[in-house]
């Protein structure tokens, strides 16, 4: 009766009387907020790479990489935009282009700049819904993010949580929660609804008919990846004036295209880049200049929208890591490369960087992380047309890097 | 994360904290050790929230954290990230019963770290060798092992134990 007579003492052990617990709910969310924002900002790849970043550790990656600290050239003071310039808004579209931008500030207060990465993505965990989140950080790592969904992508109302157990209310990815627990009403942004997020250092309205937008303004101090000590609560990066001037002054329906330095080249046997009911999910991207560059993509099929990460990025000094008994070094096409840079990926996902050290870990100029999964994390079944792509050697030979001349840069990563 | 989704994690968070905390005591042998790996966990818990909350059985994915969390900090010289302020005032003097329980609990420490979570998730959390297998990221025959040769190291230490206070 071994494992009666186990289960019997465990039960007695957990029973033992408690001491108080010391555990603060509220600043595992404040860190935690901390590292998503963090991974919002790591130059590195898009998806499940980044999420190794942000959270370094056990679910998926262990220091797998290291963000570095993003310092934005200031942009220049602007005058803030007046409270009563209110166009009337065009509909917003139901869908983003995510090659393309839908929305940029406008007006950043002094000290601020659009700078780090920004990402459009279609949402890994529930497909459909897209957003566009754009940064903008102080030189002391105050941060800026600005989420822009598309028309019909949130429920406003209230929350299956706010509405309590039993409400029926399905979970909602982008939720305006206007329920006095958890929102209080905001003087309008150009002439349409607004709330503050109870608590919160964020605005959201609605920018357009049915299209939502939430501006989140992170405690101060941020830092990219592992935070020693919580953030502390109630440093807001701006005033609430200055939240909704910034929300005033977003720019909607822009075109100017993101630019890549480079492509994942279509083959024969896939019959384009990617294998047959996947897309391009992802888009991660920074202003350089006038110019939208594109540092990372994430492709994948449906159920599993960041299937594949790709990223080439210039070397920072950080990258990835390698950890002994889990990561080999591997020379292939003439590249230093850390293969499997951790065994907490699922086993048979495929994790592949460049060294970024030396002539030979870079290509280009570049550095290059591969993140291919084999299988849906969500129902551990092998991902519908995973092996046509070969593994992330494969895909690295498809790949063409195009130089460091933005004219001879392309529109279509995955064309 | 929005207010909403924050107000959502916090209601799990609070209705499981003390799921979370016994079960990490199972793991760590002391309560403070169990509170900080119970803030670490629900720190990543945050920032996965988007696809715990989809997850099948959120209680199975944090658990997944939770024993995860634990065994790296043990595999690993782990920088600890979060240090909870504070300790526990001295406990009260031992009664004949609670040495029972704290020769229990140091049979329970001897076992390699991932021994005893096996021991823990099969017997403690009752999950199936399958379950246990996927949360330790090992397959179900090491789960069977690992299972066989805690519960000996178990029997062999407290074998007076059971006999003689437990009996």
């Known amino acids: ?415 | 994360m929005r207010a909403s989704r924050e107000a959502e994690y916090t209601q799990y968070v609070e209705a499981r904290l003390g799921w979370l905390r016994r079960t990490a005591y199972l793991l760590c042998q002391d309560w403070q050790g169990a509170d900080d790996l119970v803030q670490t966990a629900i720190t990543r818990l945050y920032t996965h929230w988007g696809r715990a909350r989809d997850a099948t059985s959120l209680d199975a994915y944090t658990r997944t954290i939770l024993v995860r969390t634990f065994l790296a900090e043990r595999r690993t010289p782990w920088a600890r990230r979060v240090v909870l302020p504070g300790g526990y005032p001295d406990q009260p003097a031992r009664s004949h019963d609670e040495d029972a329980r704290l020769d229990v609990r140091a049979a329970l420490e001897r076992l390699p770290p991932r021994q005893r979570a096996t021991v823990v998730l099969r017997f403690y959390c009752d999950l199936p060798v399958d379950e246990a297998a996927e949360v330790l990221g090992i397959t179900p025959g090491t789960v069977k092992s690992q299972t066989a040769k805690g519960l000996a190291s178990l029997r062999d230490a407290l074998s007076p134990v059971m006999e003689g206070r437990y009996g």
């Open chain 1, 1 to 415: 009766m071994d494992e009666d007579w186990t289960r019997a003492l465990l039960t007695r052990i957990a029973d033992d009387p408690e001491p108080p617990a010391r555990i603060d709910i509220q600043a595992a969310r404040c860190l935690g907020r901390r590292r998503v924002r963090a991974r919002l900002f790591a130059q590195v790849a898009a998806g499940p790479l980044a999420i190794a970043l942000a959270v370094g550790a056990i679910v998926i990656a262990p220091h797998a990489l290291v963000a570095r600290t993003q310092h934005p050239v200031p942009a220049a003071p602007a005058a803030r935009p007046s409270a009563t310039k209110a166009t009337p808004p065009a509909p917003a579209p139901a869908k983003f282009n995510p090659l393309v931008p839908y929305a940029t500030f406008g007006w950043l207060p002094s000290g601020f700049s659009e700078g780090g990465v920004s990402r459009l993505w279609t949402n890994p965990f529930q497909s459909g819904t897209d957003s566009l989140t754009l940064g903008a950080q102080d030189t002391s790592g105050r941060t800026l993010l600005l989420t822009v969904y598309p028309r019909g992508a949130c429920r406003v109302g209230a929350s299956a949580a706010s509405a309590g157990a039993g409400s029926g209310l399905p979970a909602a990815n982008c939720l305006i929660d206007t329920t006095p627990k958890a929102a209080s009403r905001a003087p309008a942004i150009n002439g349409r609804p607004a709330w503050y997020a109870v608590g919160e250092d964020g605005i959201s309205w609605e920018y357009a008919p049915g299209a939502w937008a939430i501006l989140d303004a992170a405690a101060a101090g941020q830092v990219p990846g592992e935070a020693a000590v919580p953030a502390k609560p109630g440093l807001f990066a701006v005033s609430e004036p200055t939240l909704r001037s910034i929300a005033r002054s977003v720019r909607y329906g822009q075109r100017t295209p993101i630019v890549f330095p480079f492509r994942l080249r279509g083959s024969g046997q896939l019959g384009g880049a990617l294998p047959a009911g996947w897309e391009l999910t992802s888009v991660s991207f920074s202003l350089k200049g006038k110019t939208l560059v594109g540092s990372a993509i994430t492709a994948g099929p449906a159920g599993d929208a960041s299937a594949l990460s790709i990223s080439a990025i210039e070397p920072d000094g950080y990258g990835c890591k390698f950890v002994p008994g889990q990561s080999s070094y591997v020379t292939k096409y003439g590249v230093a490369w850390i293969d499997r840079i951790t065994a907490e990926v699922n086993s048979n996902d495929e994790v592949l960087c460049s060294t970024g050290l030396g002539p030979a870990g870079l290509v280009h100029g570049l550095q290059v992380f591969i993140y291919l999964e084999a299988n849906n994390p969500a129902d551990k079944q092998a991902l519908a047309g995973v092996k046509s792509l070969a593994g992330a050697f494969a895909v690295y030979a498809r790949m063409e890097l195009l130089g460091a001349d933005p004219a001879s840069w392309t529109k279509d990563p995955v064309g």
